[in-house]
Each structure stands twice: as C-alpha cells, then as structure tokens.
C-alpha cells in the first residue's frame, strides 16, 4: 500500500508487520473518520482546514513507522529484551493508527458539547474491545490479546517504555502528525517544524534503576533546536489556530445548539431532524456500553450533524431555532479578549454580569447567548514528561538547563480569556466597557495565569487537548 | 478582509472595490459551498483532498485580484476605454467568487449523475438573477444590472474582451487557482507551476482590426516557461487526480447510485432517507426554475447526501442497499486500463460485452455493475483559445511555433479509457482476458485518440470540464 | 529588469523611481559584492551557504520595494508631507542597495580580522561619497546631493523617520533579507519567517508631539505572530549559523593568519602571494582615505584572499605557513562550550590558563593557537528600538505585554562563550578539565549571562552585528 | 557524521559502510571542490547560483546512500550474488562523492576553454590513481584495488549493472542532485521533482539472458509519474539555466580570455598575473601525466581565476586586457536568437559573415569578439539508455510506450542557436538584419533540428554535459 499524503509525501506500509495497517483502514469505523473533520469548526475561521480524522490517523501511523525506523538504527543501545521486535512494531502501528477511533462528531467537541456523554478514548477503548466492531476483528486475527494491548498502548502503558511514550506522550506521533497537518492545511506555516531532526534526534537514556527500562531522550548534541522548534510551532498552533477566536465562538454556538437539544428531548419534546442515534444517546435509552449505544454512537458523524442543524433551521424551538440559523450560514457569536483586571476571577465574574443583563435585556436568554471561554494551554510542561537530554559522555540534563528558548517557556501558562456575547448586544457592550475595548482590539494578550474558569455561563471546551 | 489561504498565503480584500468580495461571501449561497467538497470523491483516493468549493471560490477571488493589478500595471498599454476602472474591477471579483456558486453535492458529479438535471452553469444563473437570493441582494445593491453582468462574464462576455478571457479561457483565475489548489491538497506536487510569473507573463495585444479590442497575450521574452509549467501541470494533474483509477471507479458507483435512486423514485417507490428536496427535483414537482425548485437545490450538499447513503445502506431495494453499502465504507469498483486492440471501439464493445456477461452470471445487474470509462482532455487546446505570444518589437507567434515543449503538446489528446467493474467478477475476468491484464498492470497508458464512448454501459462523465 | 531570485521569486524593478537600481547593480562596486561571500566561511559548516553579497544587495532593495508598496497602501494614515515620493522611494531603494557596499573580504570578518582597519560602514560612506566611483556616478546624475542623503540613510537619518527605521532598525529591510536568505542557503528552515505577513503587518502611528513625525509600528490585530516568528527566526539563525562552533573556530583561524601577516609585514618582511593592496592597506602606506586607499580596498575580495592563502602555505614564517596549511583543506582549530562555573569571568580566566599552557607545551604559540569567543546577542532589544502595537482604537502598547512570546524573551541576552584551542591539545584538555567536558558534549547552553569577555586571548569577533 | 544540506535537508553518513565518506571529504582534493563552483558563470545571470562542486559531491554521495537503500528494500529481487554488500555500497559511496573531483575551475567551461587540455574525467581518474593524492590514500587503506574500481563505477563499468547504472546513466545520481540543487540555488522552481517517488519507482528487472544481470527499470504502476517529471525538470533547467543566454555569453567571454592568454604565452610573452601553475599547463612544460603536472592542475580553482583576470584588467596586450575588463564588472557579450531560416547551416554562416564584418568595422577582431553559440540536448534519450518499465505480470514496456509525455518528447532535440557579439555592433547588426530581430526578440524557441556547427568562428561549449 503506497500513497500520498500532503504533509508527509509518499506513505507506504509494505512490510509484513504494517500490513496491519491496510486492514485496519478498510474497516468501517476507520472510513467513518472520513467524515469527521480533524479540527470541527476550524475551517469556518480558516478556509482551507477541512481535513479530516481519517488522513489523521493515517499520518500518526506514518509517523511511528518512522519512529520505529528511528529506534532500531540505535538498537544497539538497547538490551535485547527492550528491542523493537516486528511484534511490537505491528502493535504501535495499530495504536498510532487507532488512537483517535472514538472520536465523535466535530472531534474534541462532541463530547464537550454533548451533556453527560462519554469521552472519546472511552469510545476509542469499546470500539477496539467490542467483539462486534470490525476493528476487533482484524485485531483478534493477528492475537486475541492484542485489542487489550492496542488499548493499553493509547493509554500510555506498555512493557516498552519509550514506545508508550511515542503514544502517549510529550513528542508522541498524534502531536508530530497533527502539528504539522493542521499548520499545512490552515495555512499557518507557524506549525511547521522539522520532523526529520526531530526523529534523528531521539535517543535511548539508561534505565534509572536496576529494575527500570531505558527511556526516550533527546541527544544533546544535535537534538535541541529540534525540540525547540516543536515546542515553538505548538506555542504557535494554539495561539493561531487552536484558540482562535472566530473558531472558539462558533464551538460555544455549537455547543449550546446541544445543550439546547438535549434539554427539549429530556423534556419530551420531539425535534424533526435529529438523528435517531443522537436521539436515542441523549436520552440515554440504553444501557451505557450497550451495543445498540455502540451502533448508535458510529452512524454520528459530521454529514448527520450538518444535516440535522440544516433541518433545525425550521424547529419551533425558538432558541434551537435561531442558534442554528445562525451556525449554519456562519453568522457567529461575537467575541471580545480579556485581559490586565477584567482577567481575574473577580474581573471575568463581572464583565459576564454586565454582559448577561445586555443579553436578558435584548430578549435573549443569557445561558445561550454569553459565556467566558477561558482556555489555557502549558508551552513547555515538564512535569508530566521527565525528558531528558543525554550528552556523549552520558551526563543527563533536563531541556531546560541546556536551551534558551525551553528555559524562558517552561511551566509558563498561555491562556486566552475571552467573553462571547451575540453581536445584538455589541454595540451596548462596548459604551458600558468603555471604548477602547473594541472586539478588534486584540488578537493576542500575554497570559495572565489561568485562575480557574466561572461556574456560571462559562465555556468548558478542554484546551490542552487536541 | 484578511484570511489566511494555504494555496495563496496571505488574501486580503481591502479596497473599496474589494468589499463586495466579504459582503457576497456573507451569503447563503456562498456558505453552503463549504459543505460541498471541490473534487467530489477525490478524497477516497487522495486522502488530503477534502478542500471545499468555498475555499476555490476564495482563492479564484484572489487570483482575480493578482490579475486585476497585473493589468493596471501595464495600463499604458490599453487605450483609456479598455482600462479597468472600480466598477469593472469589482464586476470580475464577483464574478470569480460567483462562478461555481451553482455547483451542486460532489461538484460535476452531481448534475452527471442525475438523469435530466440541470448543469451548473444554469445553476449558477438562476441563483444570480433570482431576487429571492442573498446574492442576487448584494449585487443589486451596488446596480441593477450587475446580476446580469455577472452572468454574462461568467460565461466569458464581457465588452472588456481580455476580461472576459480571465474569467473564462484558457488561462483563467478559475484553473489558475483550482491547479495549485487541488496540488496542495492532493499532495501531488507535479500541479505545482508558478503563478507569479504566469500573471507577470500576461500582456495586451492590440487589437486586430479598427473595431477590435486589445486581446489577452504572453510576454515572449520571459512569459513561455510560464505557460509551459502551466500547462504540464494541467495535464498532470489530469493523469495523476482527475483521472485517477480510484477516483473514477467511485464516481461510477456514486452516479450508479442515483440512476437506481431515480428509477425507483420514478417507479413510486418511496425510499426512507431521501432528502425531500432530492426527491422532489428527481420528481419534478416544480416547473423548472420556479422558486420552489431553486430553494429545493440549494438545500443540497455533501452533508445530505452522505446522511442520505448512510440511510440508504437499509433500503429494501437490494440494489441501491448494495451499491450504498459499497459506497459509505470505500468498497468500490475496480477498474482495469485499455490499451492497443482494447482501446478501439471494437475493442471497448467487446470487453464491456465480456464483463456484462461475467457480471450477470454472478447475479448482478450489469447496468449497475459495469461499464466503461473513456474520460480525455486537450492537452493544449489552441482552437478555442487564439492566444498568441508577442514579442518587444510587436511581432506574435503562436505558442507551439515558440515553445519547445508546447509545440510537442499542442493538440495532442490525453485518454485513460478503463473497463469499470465489480470486484466479485476479478478473477474470472482475468482468465477470460489474460493473465497480463492484471488490475494493478498499468497506471497510465499512452493515449490512443479518443474513438467516441459506447452508448451502452459506458460512462459519461465529463473529462475535459473541471 | 526582471529576474529569479532563490528567495523571493520574480524579482523585479521596471517603474521610474527603481530605475536607479538597475544602474547601481552596473557598477563595478556592486559587481565586486560578487565575489564576497554574505557569511565569511560559514561555508565550512553549512555547504550550502555560498552566497554572496551581491545577492543579498539585490535581495534587500527587493524588500525595499516590497516596504514601499506596503506604505503606500496605507498612505491616508500620513499627512500629505510625510507621504512616499518617486523621490523618496528612490532614495531608499539605493539605500538599500548600498548598504554593504563597503564590505571588505569574509564580509564582517575583514574589519575584526585585521588590526586597525577601518568599519565597513566607513567604507560604504567613501565608496558613496567619492567622486571617483562609479556608484557615486549614478547617484549624481540625478541629484548632486543624492550621495550624502544615502549615506544619511544608511546610519539611519531621514527626515522621513518611518523611512530611516525601515533601513535601520529592529525589523529592517536588511534583517528582513538576510535572516530569508541565509536559511535559505544553509538549510536552516528555522530561520523562516513570513515576510509578507510581516510587511503587511506595518502600520504608522501618529507623533507623540506636534512637532513629531508618525512612527513605524505593528498592527495590534493581525502584526503580532509575525513579529514573534521574525524574532524567533533571528533567534534560531543565531543559535544554529551565526554562533555555529565550527564556524566561528574557522573565523577564529582566519583572524590569526591576518594577524600574524601583518605582524610580520610590519617587521618588514615580505610575505610572497601578498595582495599589492592588503600589504599597502596593512602598511598605511597612504593617508586614510585618499583615492589610493580606496582604490586599494577595493581590489580586495574573497578570491583575492583564498588566493592569498593558498600561497601562504609555503611561505617562510612557521606560524603563518601552519595557520594556513590549516585553513586551506579545513583542519578547523576545536572548541569547547562554557557553562556553569566555567562560564563566570574567573572561570573563563582559570579555562584560557589551562589551555595556553597546554598549548605552550605542545609547542605552539597560544596567542596564535587558543583563545576564548564569547558572542552574544539580545532575543528582543527594546531599547534600542521603542517600537509599540497599535490598536484599532488608536491605543499603543508595548510588544512585551501583548505578546506572551516577546515578553518571555524581552531583554533577554543569548551568550554562547566557548574555548577555541588546537586539535594537538585535545587529549591533555580533557584529562585536564574531566571526562564530561567532551567537545561534542553539547551545542546550545542556556545564556548565564554576557558577563564581559577577557582581555588576553579572546576572540573579539562582533556578536550582534550582522 | 551529521549535517544539515539546503537541498536534502539532514544529511547523514554514520554507518561503517559510509565511513568512507567522511574521510574522503576531508582530503584536500575534495576541499578543493569548496573553491569551485558548480555552474561556472551561471551566477552572472543568476544571482543565487553560486553553489559548489563541494556540495554538488556531498549531494550525490547522499541520493546514493538513498539508492542503496531502495535497493536493498527490494534485495529479495536479486539472486544473492548481485545483492548489495556492504564493500559494494561502500564503493559506490565513493564513486558518487568523487565522480566530478577532477573538475578545474568554472567546472566544465576550464576543459572546453583551455586549448588542448585534459577532459575533466582524466583528471578524475589521475587524482584516484596517483599515490601521491591523499584520496587515493583514503581509498588503498580500505583496498588496494578500490582505486581502480572506483574510476571504473565512475565510467559505468561494475559487475554489478544496476550499481554501474546508478552512477552514470539516465537517472544517476549525479542528475538526480544536480537537477534539484541547481533549481534550489538558482530559484528556477520548474526544476523541482519527486527524488523521494523516483527513488521508490526502481525496480530491478530479470537478466535478458541467462549470462545476464538484473537490470534497473521502472515500476510500472506507480513509478512513471516521476520519470516524466524528472525528464521534464531536466529539460526545464536546459532551457531556463544552462541554455540562458546571458550564461552562455558570459562563458563564451571567459573562453575567448584562455583562447588569448595562451596565444600570448605560447608566442613566449610574460603575463603578470597569470598563475604560475595555469602557465606551466598551458606551456606543457612537464610530460602529461606527470606528478608534477597534477600537482599544477590541483592548484587552480575560480578563486585564483579571478585573481587572475583582476590583474589582466591592466594587462599589456589590448586584446586580454579588453576582454578582462569586461568579465570582471560583467559587461558581457550580446546573443541573439536564431530561427527559422537563420537556423540553417547556410543561415548561421551567413549571420555570422555579417557580425565578422561589423565586428572588423569596429575595429576589434572578430576571432574573439563574435561566433557562433549552438547547444543542443535530447529531450529524452532512449538509445543509450534502453531502460524498461516493469509490470506486475512481469511484462516490459519501453517508458515512450506507456507514458503520454515521454512519447511525445522521445528522440526529440532541443537546440538554442544564437549568434553572440560585443555591444559595439549591436545598432549595426540590427539595422542590418530587421527590425525584428532585436535582442529581446525571444527567449526561447522550437528546436529546428541540430543541424552541426559551423567550423568558424562557432563556439564549442558541450551543450549536454552537465
């Protein structure tokens, strides 16, 4: 199996231990990841990011395929038993391929956006436990162990040490893929960093302790403006395009378009339009982990969300009615960054007051029509990820005592407050706040630290996961 | 107006003759083209290739704007009455926004694919000068008669001679910016060619009698590698996308679809799943062009159909059941190339006369389960497009007496005619043929003229038009 | 005049006001930029670096161009006496070109290398300001007081202030150039930053008084990630090519082989291969700045040096043959990173001591043979140049508190001190200093601080001058 | 060894079979390379283009560590005799970094300008096999026979074909860096391809016959989209780089300032400046062959060129000192198109006899100041290169047999003739020939067929050999 792909160039799985690959994309929970779009609303704000879950996947797959390259050229430094055998690279292709398989609708949003639903690595983990998916087949065929282990492996914990890592960690293969996929697809060239010095510069540290396993590390001799420059094109990432401010306001309108959903079908009413999967989920009608809820989680995919809000354009609903006349021919929510006192607790807790009493005022309710949205992300987190820089005579150092760049970011908090509002209240807003705080005033603002998010009409989006 | 485009970069629509560009890409009609994919199922085959006609609407906008001031720039050229003023400036970006705005789910495809449907372009027209449109509002605010300008440029009039030519020739913004685009997207490098120096290479000719105009021509002394790479990067794109094997082995399947889906629409069937607005086009229940009618197209995009598939996976017709269950989880068509003997028409009748054959025995209807693909394109077309290159001292040329590579090419014909079939007739078809003709034997085959399509099962995609 | 440039593509000046550029580019002193090499001999480390400063010339006038036309878009934000005349535009254009006319061979390196010779800034004023240059030729032919205004502009004076900085100052037409095109030719991708995001990003505020002139700034909604990327590629350029170990060991070379030359001229020996022109520059046979002298220094390029060198390698004096036996076939002289203690200014002293006593021991000359080099340069200098961001609603602000990068490396110093020694000592360093201290031990270390370089051997090379 | 090259990205030779490398590049031989550059004077019209023979080396050593990859990728097609042994890559490592270390300076123009000297491939093979060079040192240690095998795999000879192959044939990887490396430096885009499909397109077909060895070919099903592009690169950079008319007429300058420094020298005249090595060549004052005649030849690379012509630039004789004070501030020759009947033999001769005459009436001779530029290059050539491509089924097909492009380009010729002459006589010329022929009047024309060169006055630079 050879192709292309964009971002990586020519993609083959040939050998007898990525053939699993093939299999695994022929199954029809991988093709359903053809129709959910890899960074949801994006591309309302970004034209050209329409890609997709499933070219995701594909590139995470193709990237640990180089990290297996990668680790066994250093093989040497590896005692035997810690070697990359064709087993366990097979296993880490079919966990970096299946890593993001549970997603929903609108990828991270679906599940944020829906009250009470399950996350997606826990749709991840049924659709590969579950007998009757066809991923577990093809699974099962090669070991009947092996879904438990491709489940393990996504969440990070595996006899290989590093080869959890490169899963689930700081530079694993989901982040190396998606960074430059998403930067190649907005446009935002900012997320490009260098993949091949990134990989080359991988190395293998000594266990720590008689009994531990050798650990993923950095080569200190020509390895760090690779991780620098990584770390840099994340920082860039989030503050262009994961926490923009067009696609944050579309995400909070999609998400009270389901929270106003799931509260008209709670209440008995029927919506035309809504999908009978959605519907039945909401209403929770079956048993969780059932599977009819499996079944009915996997016919949900972005064509039957945009179908549904297309139909919800003409609900009786008034308010469901007018959210979706407003998403579906993108006329968003306005907003407006927070920063210097309006930053602090007490500062978010009042601009939201002024902003719901403009809000009750003009007629709309203010659970729909305003909300913070509060998101912050670590530039550079060391405490989850003890890595280290190795040097030739073996001395150890962390990233931040050797690299400029790493030692100015490291545990500094980028966070985006912001208040979203409908545009009928704008111009109201703007003369109580005062003139200077236009909504253009500001793209991006210096973190202030991330003191904690408002109970109220707050916007819980996760932003330190993609 | 400043985005960002992967393809252009930097876009931006500042001036005053540029607002109409933000204010049309407000509308509806311009909205509902980010839910249809620019190249139809390309993405089945090239797993990047999820762009939107939204985004080539843009980006052909932009390219316009490139052009418009690679005109001023060489305003001495023209005499003062040829000269772009505002008010032309602003008809051609419209008119580059607007000119696929009629494009239905899956671009070309759809209008191939359904029986008696309307093309595009009528599409394209009504959703211009019907009052009952945003878009038709935007343009009548600016003057009354600009809806009927627009349509006019669209369809390559316009008093402005070279004008029109940019909108709709053979170096038009709307190839210009779909080549790059579909590239980028695609990954296919080789669509690659630069746009700086084609829009550089673009000079006026005089006109060719008193009552002629200036004519659009190329800069001899630097503009012929220019179109050269243009053109190489046309027909590869050709070869290497538009007519993939996968591609169009999956294209067949979708246009098989909606013939099974009309015909039992037309029998009184009533297929659970259908998007009422599909089923009252395919029924006919307005007169043609009514209002009623438009509004039912425009309800149209990717999103229903795909939600439409899905359903349709659980039709009681075994045939369209099948055909969808092909569909949704890419199980398509295979397809097989012809070439030598095979590549005649007796040659195509007696193949497709062998796979129907094979394709009935194995209990499948051969209307829905075969046929043939004869798709070509001009490789460079100098009849419809009398484009000349001149030189410092006023002389022209044609382009093949100037150019090495342009004269190999010109009227030269491209052809990939393929036998389409199921894959549960392979095996048996090979032996019937040869054990030569495997199905992965040839990618791409010189082409051997373009003998005219078989009437039968043959497949009447349009090649030429993108 | 139309033409390819690696960097910035179809470069080109064809209207009136850039008619100048192409008639500098004619001279013989801008020919001369040919055959000087943009990076001295970073060639040793990076192959592909190469390029010359003639390309860099013709690249920053090209940004100049690209500046202008930025400008003059936003021209109704200046009064009508501060807007870009023809004239203006002209000035800066050959400005711009010109402002490394007077670079002497290896660029930089000639001025440090050899003892009392005079900045490449006096050079370009007498190349400028003499009437015997073809260069100057061109200026007065249209304007007798053209050169002094080019000069004026080159150190950063103008009555049009924004015009000044553009040719001197944080984000230069110079800066803007060379960081493009040195990554370009080394291959450091870091050292990409989006150039035209950045141009566009430029705004004028008004003067802070009435007498004042309105200020270059940065767009406060869109400017702020391209400055950020700018600051960082500058950043990266630095950490990976202007500060590259093997690099500024072979300048380290270089400067030895000048300095003992003229040593050894001024005791009167002849050296064979000498270039006429450096032994009578080096002897100060002619008043500073007479014609001769200019003459002389001009005649001087990168050829003229290798030739120079090749024919030291046989000449009489040990110390110059060695030096150069060295240079020639890339014997490079090894370097040692600082850090922690051996970083402060006692243990700089105390690591030179070791080193100049092995080095005596082995029987070299440690005036010649080691030495330190300890260059550094400002992340983000804001003192020097109070640029601020400018909000839609006229408000201004510094970059450090808008910009969570910026302000993470706002006056922060990166120093790279290193020890540069003789391959002969190698072994006896190490015992000397512990086995971790291996020269591979690393490439980058955090800055500790630019805490003043040593009198005795170190390398005074200038750190932040590019 | 590790680093980083603009073309390739990270380039890296670490394994003992590529120890040799590193070694090899660090003889003086090779650093030589570093001080000639690879294009000779194409710099002059291309201001980026000033890259080495060094890099150029390093580059082709790096495609064919890629080669040997691909090929031992698909080992299991090769009986076990022909696989690739680590001896095997080790030798065509160095095949691929030393096939062009006999280059004199300006590369290819030294040979053809020098009357009466060595092909740079003698050269090549005298600095392999004399003892005294520290390459043929690096090569013994190793095996005493590489020396010699190491020439052979440079002229295409090996037991192994396919090795044999990759070294000097129609896509060996000399072609494969030159292309991408001069497109890189020059910014001619066009000459970009797909190095990493190409790779992956080599297949290995079975012997003709039984005494026969496996032959390199194409994948037939993936591979041919990259031939074609390559072949298209190749000719792109013909006509844009190689064939540009200021490059050519600067090369005919410098071959007319060797034609006179030897007319000089050998009349028994002293010309200060020349190189003393240079004159010894010219003079044949040693026996060819000789040590001493290689050590002279080793000494000369463009850097003492340069030096050379700034001194001729005061020369006594009119005829060098003329021609040096046009090449050192680029004043060049002018050319001149010639088609259509011009294109002829009779026609040249004819153009020609009228430039002697004006070429006389100026008063300068027209030996050195005009003649004939005629270079030519196959399109695609197969008859040297019978490469096939392969088939699943194992059939073979000639590539003009199964790609549309190669078909229409195979055996085709593409030549430039041009008349070259000094500006002097340009007025004249014109009036003389119409109007119509100026200068300017076309970059670029069909090839009209190669026709032969005329003895006279026509300039012998090989056209296709890069």
Chains 1, 2, 3, 4 share one sequence.
Request: proline share 6%; aromatic share 8%; glycine share 6%.
């Amino acid at each position: 199996m050879i192709l292309r792909d964009p971002v990586h160039g020519l993609v083959a799985f040939e050998n007898d231990e990525e053939k699993i690959v093939e299999e695994l994309l022929a199954t029809k929970e991988l093709q359903r990841l053809r129709r959910i779009r890899q960074l949801g609303l994006a591309s309302l704000a970004y034209p050209g990011a329409d890609h997709t879950r499933f070219s995701h996947a594909l590139g995470t797959a193709h990237v640990m395929r180089l990290f297996i390259a990668r680790i066994r050229s250093i093989h040497e430094e590896l005692p035997f038993w810690q070697r990359l055998t064709s087993e366990r690279a097979r296993d880490a292709l079919a966990a970096a391929l299946l890593h993001d398989i549970g997603h929903g609708p609108f990828s991270h949003l679906f599940e944020t956006a829906l009250p009470g639903s399950r996350a997606h690595e826990e749709w991840s983990e049924m659709i590969i436990l579950s007998p009757q998916t066809e991923v577990h087949q093809v699974l099962v065929r090669y070991d009947p162990s092996l879904p438990q282990r491709v489940v393990d492996l996504i969440h990070g914990r595996h006899e290989i040490a590093y080869l959890a890592r490169a899963v689930s960690g700081m530079f694993d293969v989901d982040r190396c893929d998606y960074l430059l996929r998403d930067a190649h697809f907005s446009g935002v060239n900012y997320g490009r960093y260098d993949l091949e010095w990134l990989l080359r510069s991988f190395r293998l540290a000594p266990p720590l302790n008689s009994g531990g396993t050798p650990r993923l590390s950095i080569d200190g001799t020509k390895g760090l403006p690779a991780i620098e420059s990584f770390t840099l094109a994340r920082l860039f990432m989030f503050q262009q395009v994961y926490f923009h401010k067009s696609g944050r306001a579309s995400e909070y309108l999609l998400t009270k378009i389901f929270t106003r959903l799931a509260h008209l079908l709670n209440e008995g009413r029927r919506i035309a339009g809504t999908p009978p999967a959605l519907e039945a989920m909401i209403l929770q009608q079956q048993p969780p982990g059932s599977t009819t809820d499996l079944d009915h989680y996997l016919r949900l995919d972005d064509a039957a969300m945009w179908t549904a809000f297309a139909d919800f354009q003409e609900a009786e609903d008034p308010v469901l009615r007018d959210l979706s006349q407003r998403l579906v021919p993108r006329r968003l929510f306005k907003s407006f960054d927070l920063f210097g006192d309006d930053a602090t607790s007490e500062g978010k807790a009042r601009i939201l007051r002024i902003a719901e009493s403009l809000t009750r005022e003009t007629g709309l309710d203010p659970e729909y029509y305003c909300g913070l949205d509060d998101p912050s992300v670590q530039a550079f987190d060391v405490s989850k990820d003890p890595l280290t820089v190795v040097f030739p005579d073996g001395s150890e150092r962390k990233p931040s005592e050797v690299s400029f760049l790493l030692n100015r970011l490291s545990g500094q908090t980028l966070s985006r407050p912001r208040l979203i509002f409908a545009d009928e209240i704008r111009a109201e807003l703007y003369e109580e706040l005062g003139a200077s705080r236009s909504p253009e005033a500001a793209e991006q603002f210096p973190s202030s630290g991330n003191e904690g998010t408002l109970a109220g009409g707050s916007f819980s989006l996760p932003s330190d996961q993609r």
